[in-house]
């Protein structure tokens, strides 16, 4: 079975820090890997995700991401944060299968201070 | 906006009560995931339809069911309602390839009284 762990349930940065949100998921089998945020009182939005090839993946609003299979992590980064990137941010696993079903970890709250 | 249309947005019933919740999927989206978020659950994965069909189903209580209809519109029916029921319930929708994204909707809250 899939499992994906987000250790931290709250990040707290200063405007124009440099962010690190961390996940590590666990699979028997291959899986793409997505991150997804959550404004207050919206659905989600895709970030970014990874399939295959580069390990390094580029998202919206300069967030990017990597992959690591042998530590089974894919954390995400951003140089510099906004007020604006205040939000819940979601890892989420989906196998290879014929659902492509998301399994998603327990999210971190990023909150962006002047 | 996702393309993705959840109604209603509120819900407020009270324990063991019947509702539904509706979705339109993208244009073109043939595959639609319900999903639940709460406090102590956080984000699951309910049920999921292709073009009609039940495709997967995950911990989705019994009480619980879903259906897709022609066309393609889906609705979560939760019945005999506990105050463990509330939650966010969330719609998403895909074309169901490789590595496709998802698109969620608004959601809908529920509280159950």
């Known amino acids: 079975a899939q499992s994906v762990t987000q250790l931290d349930s709250q990040v707290p940065v200063f405007e124009e820090a440099p962010v690190e949100l961390r996940c590590n998921y666990s699979?028997?089998?291959?899986?793409?890997l997505f991150w997804y945020v959550q404004y207050p009182n919206q659905g989600l939005q895709l970030l970014l995700k990874?399939?295959?090839?580069?390990?390094l993946v580029k998202g919206i609003n300069g967030f990017e991401a990597e992959f690591n299979k042998s530590q089974t992590s894919f954390h995400l980064r951003k140089p510099s944060v906004h007020i604006s990137d205040t939000a819940e941010y979601f890892c989420a696993v989906s196998e290879m299968d014929s659902s492509y079903k998301l399994i998603f970890g327990s999210g971190t709250r990023l909150l962006v201070r002047p | 906006d996702s393309g993705v249309t959840q109604t209603p947005k509120h819900l407020i019933t009270a324990t063991g009560q019947r509702v539904t919740l509706r979705c339109s999927p993208r244009?073109?989206?043939?595959?639609v995931y319900w999903y639940q978020q709460s406090l102590d659950q956080g984000l699951q994965f309910l049920i999921q339809y292709y073009n009609g069909e039940e495709r997967a189903k995950g911990n989705i209580l019994e009480r619980f069911s879903a259906q897709q209809f022609p066309d393609l519109h889906s609705e979560l029916n939760l019945s005999s309602l506990e105050l463990g029921d509330s939650a966010l319930y969330f719609c998403?929708?895909?074309?169901?390839?490789?590595?496709?994204?998802?698109?969620f909707g608004p959601g809908t809250r529920l509280t159950v009284t």
């Open positions: 990874y399939l295959s090839g580069s390990t």
């Open positions: 699979s028997s089998v291959s899986v793409y």
């Open positions: 998403a929708s895909s074309v169901l390839s490789s590595g496709s994204e998802q698109y």
């Open positions: 244009s073109g989206d043939l595959s």
